[in-house]
C-alpha cells in the first residue's frame, strides 16, 4: 500500500462549488504539505503543517484552506473554485528537519 | 520571482551516455538542494540530495554538483536508461523554519535508444 494516498485523484467540477481534497498519510511523519504543479511553474507551495495544532500559509495560499483533523490527515478545501485553480494537486509528508519530502500521487483538478 | 530556476525545459540524450541536468537558485540562504524524479500520473519521487557544507554528493548512477559560489548545482546521471526518462525537479531550502521546498520549473529528460 502507498504511503501517502490522495484522494480523489480526479475531479472536475465547476465554478463556485467548494471543493476538497484529502491526504492521508502512514509514514509516521509529523510535517504535511499541500503543493500545485502548473505547466512550466514546477510545484508550489500552498500551505504546510508542522503537527495538528500548527498550520502555515505558503507561497499561494489565496483561494485556499486546510484542516489538519489529525497527524496522519490533511486536507485541501477550495471554498468557491474559479478556472485558474485547474491545476495537479500534490500531498507530502516529511519528518525531522532534513528535507526530504515524500510525495501522494496527485490529484488532477479541473474547474469548468 | 523564480528563487529556483532550471531554465532547460527538455534535454533528450542517448542511452548509455551522460545526462546532465542544471539548476540555478538566487537565495543564498538556500542551504540544502534535492532532486526528484517525477513520471507522468505519479507523484515526485526523491532522487538525491545535497548540503551546502559539500560540493558533490553520488549515489550509484547520479551525482549531485553544488558551486555555491555560483549559485548552480547539476545532476549527472552516468550512464543514462530509458528508465530514466522523467521530468526531474531540482528543489531548494533553508534554515529559516521548516523544511520549505522551493522548486524549479522541471526538466523533461529523455533517453533514445
Known amino acids: 500500500d502507498a504511503d501517502v494516498t490522495q484522494t480523489p485523484r480526479n475531479r472536475i467540477t465547476k465554478t463556485g462549488k467548494r471543493i476538497m481534497l484529502e491526504c492521508s498519510q502512514t509514514?509516521?511523519?509529523?510535517?504535511m504539505y499541500w503543493y500545485r504543479q502548473d505547466p512550466g511553474l514546477g510545484l508550489r507551495l500552498i500551505y504546510y503543517?508542522?503537527?495538528?495544532?500548527?498550520?502555515n500559509k505558503g507561497e499561494i495560499s489565496d483561494g485556499y484552506s486546510v484542516s489538519r483533523q489529525a497527524q496522519a490527515k490533511f486536507s485541501l478545501s477550495l471554498e468557491s473554485a474559479i478556472p485558474n485553480q485547474t491545476a495537479l494537486y500534490f500531498c507530502a509528508t516529511s519528518a525531522g528537519s532534513v528535507g526530504t519530502q515524500y510525495f501522494g500521487p496527485g490529484t488532477r483538478l479541473t474547474v469548468l | 520571482d523564480q528563487q529556483v530556476k532550471q531554465n532547460s525545459p527538455s534535454l533528450s540524450v542517448q542511452e548509455g551516455r551522460i545526462s546532465i541536468l542544471n539548476c540555478d537558485y538566487t537565495?543564498?540562504?538556500?542551504?540544502?538542494f534535492l532532486w526528484y524524479k517525477k513520471y507522468p500520473a505519479e507523484g515526485p519521487t526523491f532522487l538525491i540530495s545535497?548540503?551546502?557544507?559539500?560540493d558533490k554528493n553520488e549515489d550509484g548512477r547520479f551525482t549531485v554538483f553544488l558551486n555555491k559560489s555560483a549559485k548552480h548545482l547539476s545532476l549527472h546521471i552516468v550512464p543514462s536508461q530509458p528508465g530514466d526518462s522523467a521530468v526531474y525537479f531540482c528543489a531548494a531550502s533553508g534554515t529559516q523554519g521548516a523544511q520549505k521546498l522551493v522548486f524549479g520549473q522541471g526538466t523533461r529528460l529523455t533517453i533514445n535508444p
Open positions: 545535497i548540503s551546502s557544507i559539500k
Open positions: 509514514k509516521g511523519h509529523d510535517r
Open positions: 537565495n543564498s540562504m538556500f542551504d540544502y
Open positions: 503543517s508542522f503537527d495538528v495544532k500548527d498550520i
